[in-house]
């Protein structure tokens, strides 16, 4: 349990609304009083990420001395809980439809127990950069936790921060594109790549392009060219080689050649229960609202796409425990070495 200390120099909690306007909707900012021009209903969800974005990167602050800031305010954001605990990380969390938006230093407890949240993803970037020894390119880590984690993240974060209606297509695009953007947020795809994922229908493109999260740079040969317009996701972004790791883990993890052939949403799903399994085991627990948000589906659709996953291979068993709502499943044996050359090839 972490001791309340008084820092209020430092509040990193920024909230943005959205405010209904004759025009659409006007972004008002709680800590600068910005307000901004109109935003049209598309559009409204980046220009909050992004105005939040701008906070939490000219308002660093070194890491032992943040604090978590829903328990400075009383743990008003989120259900009883027995205190604070874990490492303070940022926070995104949306309220009242989409029409608040914050960005804060949370603990783990709070950040677990806030509704409508998720994390953005930072902590695999210094866990990686304290343990990183110069000799590390040469001698490779164990990957199979770190990048399962980082894809975990990105998911629980992408569930946030695309709109709720974007496509299965159109998220595992963007797990792709985040995980492969470089630090100017620049993302080549090959189509060679877009082709082992089934995605190279430029429909899913047009989507994201559409919520606004990125930009397509036409005039390229054989490759997709995009500028990421997500900010939030980059304030503290792992290095690119990890996260290009990552974005590998999940490819394989998503079976294309298996999942890939019974659409974007079971290929979505397995790499979900593949990021939220026990390494070790295969065997998961998670609620499956939550599996449904990141997933882009409804709830209702999950239990025929598991069924499909489940004829295809690609899941062991799987049930839905009837008093909490959670899912139960276990993964066929995730072997990372086979699917490597199953991509390979
Ligand atoms: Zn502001
Ligand atoms: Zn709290
Ligand atoms: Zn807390």
């Given at each position: 349990m972490r001791?309340?200390?008084p820092c209020a120099a430092m509040p990193r909690a920024?909230?943005?609304e959205l405010r209904p306007h004759p025009g659409g909707l006007v972004l008002v900012c709680r800590q600068c009083l910005h307000t901004g021009g109109e935003v049209t209903a598309a559009s409204a969800r980046s220009a909050a990420l992004t105005h939040l974005a701008r906070h939490a990167r000219s308002d660093l602050v070194p890491p032992h001395l943040r604090i978590c800031q829903c328990h400075e305010r009383g743990c008003r954001w989120h259900r009883r809980h027995r205190g604070c605990d874990?490492?303070?990380r940022l926070l995104l969390a949306c309220e009242r439809g989409g029409r608040v938006w914050r960005l804060a230093d949370a603990c783990s407890t709070c950040a677990a127990a806030t509704a409508q949240a998720?994390?953005?993803p930072d902590t695999a970037l210094a866990r990686t950069l304290r343990r990183l020894p110069t000799a590390r390119r040469r001698k490779r880590q164990p990957r199979g936790p770190g990048e399962q984690t980082r894809v975990r993240e990105m998911l629980s974060y992408l569930a946030a921060a695309l709109p709720p209606g974007a496509s299965p297509a159109a998220r595992l695009l963007a797990l792709q594109c985040a995980l492969r953007a470089n630090a100017t947020l620049q993302v080549r795809l090959p189509q060679g790549v877009l082709r082992s994922l089934r995605l190279n229908s430029p429909g899913s493109w047009r989507e994201l392009e559409r919520a606004h999260w990125?930009?397509?740079t036409p005039g390229h040969a054989g490759v997709v060219v995009a500028?990421?317009?997500?900010?939030?996701?980059?304030?503290?972004a792992p290095a690119r080689p990890d996260r290009m790791q990552a974005a590998d883990w999940a490819l394989r993890a998503g079976s294309p050649s298996a999942a890939g052939g019974i659409g974007p949403l079971p290929q979505l799903a397995t790499v979900y229960l593949a990021s939220h399994a026990d390494p070790e085991t295969g065997c998961g627990l998670n609620d499956l609202d939550q599996m449904a948000r990141a997933c882009g589906a409804h709830p209702t659709e999950l239990?025929?796409?598991l069924d499909r996953l489940a004829r295809a291979g690609l899941v062991r068993s799987w049930q839905v425990c009837p008093d909490s709502g959670d899912l139960q499943w276990?993964?066929?044996r995730f072997d990372p070495q086979a699917a490597r050359l199953a991509v390979a090839r």
């Open positions: 001791l309340r200390t920024w909230t943005v874990g490492p303070v998720a994390v953005v990125l930009r397509i500028e990421l317009l997500d900010a939030t996701l980059f304030s503290q239990p025929d796409t276990t993964c066929r």
